[in-house]
């Protein structure tokens, strides 16, 4: 599973989920380019990361700006080839269907759809040339099963989906694997602070395995994924979940 020779490129990588991906990736050898639009968090990170003698570029970028997007991306692209990429970042703005907003739905499908399927367009050439390439999205549990409360994120994660599929039956025979990972219930600080231990409860309730996810165990599902290791895998939506939703 070495991802020595590889640049990777991760979005939200400030924490969560991004940030075991970075340290997950760095410890298979990868050169990383870390995205964020927190400063604070994304600095540590970029410390940290260098203290274990990884090679790490950053940016703090709004992706949703396209100009701040176009912009970070050639800076990035200045590194060299980026042969991996993994769609990350995300936010949500709960709501149910009746009492969702069209600007706080639209802002959470440009993050979770628009977002990955540009930064796809501009790094996709790159990779088909290569003839080797691996993208990763993030989606979630609820892209299959939906959620009470959850329309605009449900319909994005449910977006990233049927995106990945597409660019997978697309780049396929140029050596560029595209897939998605659908965490479940994830200790991050997000879900730490904003999800009330009432609705936990609930999701724990229907997980065979009874516990959140760690980061750093979705983080290690996505490095397999980058890898030689996961060469005939491509086009799938594989649940990293504890087993809620199945």
Request: hydrophobic letters at 45%; proline letters at 4%; one cysteine or more.
């Amino acid at each position: 599973m070495s991802l020595d020779g590889h640049i990777a490129l991760i979005t939200g990588a400030g924490q969560g989920i991004g940030k075991a991906c970075a340290f997950a990736f760095a410890a298979k050898g990868a050169e990383l380019i870390v995205w964020d639009k927190n400063p604070e968090t994304l600095g540590e990170v970029v410390r940290e990361l260098k203290q274990i003698g990884c090679r790490v570029a950053d940016h703090v970028v709004d992706l949703t700006n396209l100009d701040n997007l176009r912009h970070a991306a050639r800076e990035a692209k200045k590194t060299g080839l980026i042969d991996i990429l993994v769609n990350n970042a995300g936010f949500d703005r709960p709501g149910t269907t009746d009492k969702i907003d069209k600007k706080g739905f639209e802002e959470v499908m440009a993050i979770h759809v628009t977002v990955p399927l540009l930064l796809i367009q501009m790094l996709l050439p790159d990779m088909r040339r290569a003839g080797w390439g691996r993208i990763i999205n993030v989606s979630s549990v609820y892209g299959t099963i939906g959620g009470k409360g959850e329309v605009a994120y449900s319909t994005a994660k449910a977006g990233i989906i049927g995106l990945t599929k597409s660019v997978a039956k697309e780049c396929g025979k140029d050596g560029v694997t595209v897939n998605a990972v659908l965490p479940g219930l994830t200790r991050t600080p997000t879900i730490e602070t904003a999800m009330s231990e009432k609705y936990k409860r609930e999701i724990l309730a229907d997980t065979p395995l009874g516990r959140m996810a760690e980061p750093e165990e979705v983080a290690r599902v996505l490095a397999f994924l980058a890898s030689d290791d996961a060469s005939f895998i491509t086009g799938a939506a594989l649940p990293v979940s504890g087993g809620w939703g199945i």
